[in-house]
């Protein structure tokens, strides 16, 4: 990853600031509606438009609200587990490279981690991998172009949709969310063809 001055950022240290503080903030969040608490994260942490951090801000937001019902019992470690799992796979660039945002995975992530997804289990990994189908699929009906705030919102919309049938407890979903920053997207943003834009 390179800044627009040609300065190489590695993936590593890319973000490594607001990686901490999302964890802190989801392990320290209340409430059981994830968008309020992605939209908290967006708001204090100061992200880009466009990035990674937003996956991280998906999963995070997820977990803690459901961690938040307490149906689940969830520890800071299964936080840290999801977040991690995520930062793995949300790379800068890939939603263009391989087709994949890294949001998906971190809705993934959030589910592997609750279900104890693995290679040798069997609805577990199906479920999880069901879901994040979704994701992708609905996420990819908003491209045009990319745009990660869109995503979030738009993910966990899917991911909620499944969470009471997969893995129990009811999340708040009630939310009316607006983007106020339209005017940052460096591609020009989708304007009336995104849920979200505020007209």
């Not at 993936?11 to 994830?34: A, K, Q, R, V």
């Not at 879901?131 to 993910?155: H, L, M, R, W």
Request: with cysteine; aromatic share 8%.
């Amino acid at each position: 990853m390179s800044c627009p001055n040609g300065h190489y950022i590695c993936d590593s240290c890319h973000g490594e600031d607001t990686f901490d503080l999302i964890y802190d903030m989801s392990i320290c969040s209340e409430g059981i509606n994830p968008f309020v608490i992605a939209n908290e994260i967006i708001d204090k942490t100061k992200l880009p438009m466009l990035g990674c951090e937003h996956a991280w801000v998906a999963a995070g937001a997820l977990i803690a609200a459901i961690r938040n019902e307490k149906t689940i019992r969830i520890t800071d470690e299964d936080i840290k587990e999801a977040l991690n799992r995520t930062k793995k796979q949300a790379i800068g660039a890939y939603c263009g490279l391989t087709g994949i945002c890294g949001i998906a995975p971190a809705i993934g992530s959030v589910y592997s981690v609750i279900l104890g997804a693995a290679c040798p289990k069997d609805t577990e990994t199906s479920k999880t991998m069901f879901v994040v189908s979704k994701v992708i699929e609905d996420i990819s009906k908003q491209a045009g172009p990319c745009c990660c705030k869109n995503f979030v919102y738009t993910a966990l919309e899917t991911a909620c949709r499944y969470s009471q049938e997969y893995l129990g407890g009811t999340l708040d979903t009630s939310y009316n969310y607006t983007c106020m920053d339209s005017h940052r997207h460096p591609h020009g943003c989708r304007k009336e063809k995104c849920r979200y834009y505020n007209i």
